[in-house]
C-alpha cells in the first residue's frame, strides 16, 4: 500500500468497527468485485452477479429484512450515487476520535459499461480538515490530498473504496433483530419499504465500542421495492455524554449523467 493510501485505508477500518458491532452477525464473504467496482477483470466468480437482485424480505419472522443482501444488491446495477455522512460529539476518547468531528464522503461508483469510481472523502474538525480524492476508471487510478493529484496503482485505490462499499459498511448488520416494516416511503426518488428499530438493548454493543454506554439507539433501514437493493441507512445514538449519528443514502441510480473522468493534467 502506498503512503497516499495508508492514512486513509487505517481510518477507513475504524468506521468498519461501527458495523462490527453488528452483535450476532456474521461477516459478509468477500465482496472484491461485487460490491465496489474492481479496477481489472476479476475471475468469474467475483465478477458482479447477472442474477437477479437478492430479496430484502425477511428471512425469519421478527428478524428484519436481510440487510446484506440488500447492500450487495447495488453491484446490480448499472450505477449510482453514494453519500456518507457521519458526526460525533462527545467522544474524543473513544474508537472514533481520529475523525474529529466526523467523516464526509460523496462520490459516484459505476459498473457498466466501464467500472469506476469518484470518491471524495473528508475528515476532521473544520481547524484541521483532511480531504482525499479517489478516481479509478478500468485499470487507471489517481488520489488526491487537498488538490493535488497524482497515479496510483489501482490495487491502492481499490482497497480504500472496498472499504466504504455498501455491503461492507451495512453486511454485519444483517443479523440484527427488532427491525420491523414501518410502511412503504420514497427515499432518494426511490419507492422504498421502511425498516426500523429503536431502544437501548439494540445499540448496548455499538455503544461499548463507541464510548457510548447505556445510549438510546435508532436504526432506520430502506429498501426499494422492485429490486430489493439498499437505499439508505441511518443509525444515531444519544447519550448523556455524548451522541453518533451516521447515515448512507443511494442515489441517482441508473442515471446517464454519471461519468468519471481522470483529473486535469498537471494538477
Given at each position: 500500500?502506498?503512503?497516499?493510501?495508508?492514512?486513509?485505508?487505517?481510518?477507513?477500518?475504524?468506521?468498519?468497527?461501527?458495523?462490527?458491532?453488528?452483535?450476532?452477525?456474521?461477516?459478509?464473504?468477500?465482496?472484491?468485485?461485487?460490491?465496489?467496482?474492481?479496477?481489472?477483470?476479476?475471475?468469474?466468480?467475483?465478477?458482479?452477479?447477472?442474477?437477479?437482485?437478492?430479496?430484502?424480505?425477511p428471512t425469519?419472522?421478527?428478524?428484519?429484512?436481510?440487510?446484506?443482501?440488500?447492500?450487495?444488491?447495488?453491484?446490480?446495477?448499472?450505477?449510482?450515487?453514494?453519500?456518507?455522512?457521519?458526526?460525533?460529539?462527545?467522544?474524543?476518547?473513544?474508537?472514533?476520535?481520529?475523525?474529529?468531528?466526523?467523516?464526509?464522503?460523496?462520490?459516484?461508483?459505476?459498473?457498466?459499461?466501464?467500472?469506476?469510481?469518484?470518491?471524495?472523502?473528508?475528515?476532521?474538525?473544520?481547524?484541521?480538515?483532511?480531504?482525499?480524492?479517489?478516481?479509478?476508471?478500468?485499470?487507471?487510478?489517481?488520489?488526491?490530498?487537498?488538490?493535488?493529484?497524482?497515479?496510483?496503482?489501482?490495487?491502492?485505490?481499490?482497497?480504500?473504496?472496498?472499504?466504504?462499499?455498501?455491503?461492507?459498511?451495512?453486511?454485519?448488520?444483517?443479523?440484527?433483530?427488532?427491525?420491523?416494516?414501518?410502511?412503504?416511503?420514497?427515499?432518494?426518488?426511490?419507492?422504498?419499504?421502511?425498516?426500523?428499530?429503536?431502544?437501548?438493548?439494540?445499540?448496548?454493543?455499538?455503544?461499548?465500542?463507541?464510548?457510548?454506554?447505556?445510549?438510546?439507539?435508532?436504526?432506520?433501514?430502506?429498501?426499494?421495492?422492485?429490486?430489493?437493493?439498499?437505499?439508505?441507512?441511518?443509525?444515531?445514538?444519544?447519550?448523556?455524554?455524548?451522541?453518533?449519528?451516521?447515515?448512507?443514502?443511494?442515489?441517482?441510480?441508473t442515471s446517464?449523467?454519471?461519468?468519471?473522468?481522470?483529473?486535469?493534467?498537471?494538477?
Amino acid at each position: 500500500m502506498s503512503s497516499w493510501t495508508r492514512p486513509l485505508a487505517g481510518l477507513a477500518a475504524l468506521a468498519l468497527a461501527l458495523a462490527a458491532c453488528g452483535g450476532s452477525a456474521s461477516q459478509p464473504p468477500s465482496t472484491q468485485g461485487t460490491g465496489s467496482p474492481v479496477a481489472s477483470e476479476a475471475p468469474a466468480s467475483q465478477a458482479p452477479s447477472s442474477e437477479a437482485p437478492a430479496s430484502a424480505a425477511p428471512t425469519d419472522a421478527g428478524q428484519g429484512p436481510d440487510i446484506s443482501g440488500a447492500a450487495a444488491a447495488l453491484a446490480d446495477l448499472d450505477s449510482y450515487h453514494l453519500n456518507m455522512v457521519m458526526k460525533m460529539t462527545g467522544m474524543e476518547d473513544s474508537l472514533f476520535s481520529a475523525f474529529g468531528d466526523g467523516m464526509k464522503m460523496d462520490g459516484t461508483i459505476i459498473f457498466r459499461p466501464t467500472q469506476a469510481a469518484d470518491l471524495s472523502i473528508s475528515m476532521g474538525t473544520e481547524a484541521q480538515k483532511l480531504v482525499m480524492g479517489y478516481r479509478l476508471i478500468g485499470d487507471k487510478a489517481w488520489v488526491s490530498l487537498g488538490d493535488s493529484w497524482m497515479e496510483t496503482t489501482a490495487d491502492d485505490a481499490q482497497q480504500t473504496i472496498d472499504s466504504f462499499a455498501p455491503e461492507k459498511m451495512l453486511g454485519s448488520f444483517s443479523g440484527m433483530s427488532g427491525l420491523t416494516a414501518v410502511g412503504d416511503e420514497t427515499r432518494n426518488g426511490v419507492e422504498t419499504v421502511h425498516y426500523s428499530a429503536s431502544g437501548n438493548a439494540i445499540g448496548d454493543a455499538i455503544g461499548e465500542s463507541l464510548g457510548l454506554p447505556g445510549a438510546d439507539w435508532t436504526v432506520d433501514f430502506w429498501v426499494a421495492k422492485d429490486a430489493g437493493y439498499a437505499v439508505g441507512y441511518a443509525v444515531e445514538g444519544k447519550s448523556a455524554t455524548g451522541s453518533f449519528e451516521m447515515t448512507l443514502d443511494v442515489s441517482d441510480i441508473t442515471s446517464p449523467s454519471h461519468a468519471v473522468e481522470p483529473p486535469p493534467a498537471g494538477s
